[in-house]
């Protein structure tokens, strides 16, 4: 196959901050591959360098061959970008959000129409496309700014963090029209912090960290790194302090990784079931008051646990 998007040691620093620290991958024509990582991970960086957001401190990066430093402006002709935030104006309709940025693409006349006419049926969005944008829900807003990506037929999208802030029905939506796009031969690179996100859509998956990637590979490939080990999620109510809980669980004999994100104590073990004894008896101990206990086989977020040790929304 033949890589669209090639980086090479893409850098962004902001004074003595490094948000992006030579991050190299690249993306074959005709697949999705997703930037995996928490919130300030540094996807939305690489997204903004490589549509020409953001000047790159060092390093490259070729479009179809194009430098986004050297060659900016051809490159950018090339991609569809999605941003993590609305970009649209509420007190137009989402037929007129589309004509507007089209001219801002440089489209025009009935092209430009019939342009938007197909856009608004890819997304969903026919029949609302006439009611102003400050009507719509968080979900249809996004299918509308995905459509102002899509006007001029880019090689390649760029979908940072789709589907943040909505509803699960407006997310499954989305999430069918990324997987409708990239049937109709559209190249993707969408980044999410949301491992079920990733496994459902992606090709390969980059896992980035702290501004760095620290791997990348098929969904097989990621998770054979961890073996047959399995994730062991111990949900607990909000106010409990897990401090003491935590620092027992890591003495327990064969427990390789504990971390703690959105009130769950997340193991990774050998075997899960093997460990739910132990695991309350350690709450006990602690004082905690377990609310449930959750089994997972080896994904994306074992491995982001096991790379890192720490879960994957810390």
Avoid at 176 to 196: F, I, P, R
Avoid at 215 to 225: H, S
Avoid at 263 to 285: G, R, S, W, Y
Wanted: glycine share 8%; aromatic share 6%; hydrophobic share 40%.
């Amino acid at each position: 196959m033949t890589a669209i998007l090639e980086t090479n040691n893409l850098v962004k620093k902001f004074g003595d901050f490094t948000a992006v620290n030579r991050v190299t991958f690249s993306i074959e024509e005709g697949e999705i591959f997703s930037l995996l990582g928490p919130n300030g991970a540094g996807k939305t960086t690489t997204i903004s360098m490589l549509s020409g957001l953001l000047k790159p401190t060092s390093g490259d990066a070729l479009i179809c061959g194009f430098s986004i430093t050297n060659e900016s402006l051809k490159a950018r002709e090339l991609i569809g970008i999605v941003p993590q935030e609305i970009a649209l104006y509420n007190a137009l309709s989402a037929r007129e959000n589309l004509m507007f940025w089209g001219k801002m693409y440089g489209m025009g006349g009935s092209l430009l129409k019939d342009r938007v006419s197909e856009v608004l049926e890819q997304v969903g969005m026919t029949e609302k496309a006439d009611k102003k944008v400050e009507t719509y829900s968080g979900g249809m807003k996004r299918r509308v700014n995905i459509g102002v990506g899509l006007l001029h037929k880019p090689k390649l999208i760029f979908m940072d963090e789709p589907t943040v802030g909505i509803d699960p029905q407006s997310r499954r939506a989305i999430l069918d029209a990324v997987k409708e796009l990239n049937q109709s031969g559209m190249t993707v690179l969408y980044t999410t912090h949301y491992m079920e996100e990733a496994q459902e859509l992606s090709d390969r998956v980059g896992i980035i960290d702290h501004g760095e990637l620290i791997a990348t590979g098929t969904q097989k490939e990621l998770t054979t790194m961890v073996g047959e080990h399995d994730l062991l999620r111990v949900n607990i109510s909000e106010e409990q302090n897990v401090e003491v809980l935590l620092q027992e669980l890591r003495e327990l004999p064969g427990v390789l990784k504990v971390s703690t994100t959105d009130h769950q104590v997340i193991l990774m073990v050998p075997e899960a079931e093997d460990f739910l004894a132990p695991v309350v008896t350690c709450a006990n101990d602690a004082g905690i008051k377990i609310q449930s206990v959750e089994f997972q086989e080896p994904n994306l977020e074992a491995v982001f646990l096991n790379l890192t040790g720490r879960a994957l929304r810390d």
